[in-house]
């Protein structure tokens, strides 16, 4: 498994990011539901994450992301043709390259990780 980085972001209390967007429609919804574990509880900050609408942007087109709940890590596997650019979170992943989202208890930063699997 090649490691192409990690980054930290630090989550501050008291600002407001509207650039989340935060969509909770049926359709959108529906349309990223995460896939997880029935007998797995989900935890907050991935419900956030998931209720987040983030999107993959390439060659001007989005579509909604479909985590995956994978060992505390929300993933998801950029299989198109194209570099994507996973919004809100800003993050670019490569073709064929994978994007794992976790936070740890009691931290105050997520952590991502881009690698290939």
């Known amino acids: 498994m090649e490691n192409l ?3 930290s972001m630090r989550a501050v209390p008291g600002e407001s990011y509207p650039a989340a967007q935060l969509h909770l429609g049926a359709e959108q919804s529906a349309a990223r539901r995460l896939e997880t ?3 797995e509880p ?5 419900s956030v994450l998931e209720a ?3 999107q993959a942007q390439s060659r001007g087109k989005n579509h909604a992301i479909r985590w995956q709940h994978v060992s505390g890590r929300a993933t998801y596997t950029n299989l198109g043709s194209e570099e994507e650019r996973i919004e809100p979170l800003g ?4 073709r ?3 994007v794992a989202v976790s936070w740890l208890p009691g931290e ?3 952590t991502v990780e881009v690698y290939k699997q």
């Open 37 to 39: 574990m029935p007998s």
């Open 108 to 110: 105050t930063e997520y």
């Open 42 to 46: 989900l935890p907050i900050w991935l």
């Open 52 to 54: 987040s609408s983030c």
């Open 96 to 98: 064929g390259k994978t």
């Open 91 to 94: 993050i670019s992943v490569p």
């Open 5 to 7: 980085g990690i980054l």
